[in-house]
């Protein structure tokens, strides 16, 4: 099953590479990404259908909350560091570290919410999954760019 999931981000991935040639190459990227992502997280989860019905929709939701944290902190800092004084240096520490506490809060948030739906084993493959889903992504990328 792990072969399986992996062979179809393998793919998914390949076809995104020759998507990217053509117009939306990042949207197309990401999508096929994410397709790829959903598949081996389900795979690593052993989800159920059910589970998988109830959970995605809800994970998805995570994903775009946790995505408006870091951008809303993002989209104020476009300054290079070096022209930082050290007190707008420690004000931008500051805000990064409330920044992390409201992703934590919200990955609290959610891992109750996950668990009315998934074990708790589940759970931990879920971070697990996402972690190692990276790493591959992130060999892909590499091998990628050593092949161009």
Do not use: H
Not at 79 to 94: D, F, G, K, P, S
């Amino acid at each position: 099953m792990i072969r399986l999931t992996i062979l179809l981000f393998l793919c998914v991935f390949s076809f995104s590479t020759v998507a990217s040639a053509q117009g939306n190459k990042n949207n197309d990227r990401s999508e096929k990404v994410e397709s790829a992502k959903i598949a081996y997280l389900t795979d690593k989860m052993e989800l159920t259908a059910e589970q998988a019905q109830k959970f995605w929709p809800v994970y998805n939701e995570y994903q775009n909350k946790r995505r408006d944290i870091v951008n809303a902190y993002r989209s104020g800092y476009r300054q290079n560091v070096e022209e930082l004084t050290e007190q707008q240096a420690r004000v931008r520490i500051n805000e990064l570290f409330q920044v992390r506490e409201k992703e934590l809060a919200l990955e609290q948030e959610y891992a109750a919410r996950y668990q009315r739906i998934i074990s708790n084993r589940q759970l931990i493959k879920l971070y697990r999954g996402e972690r190692d889903f990276t790493k591959l992504l992130l060999k892909r990328l590499d091998e990628s760019r050593a092949n161009n």
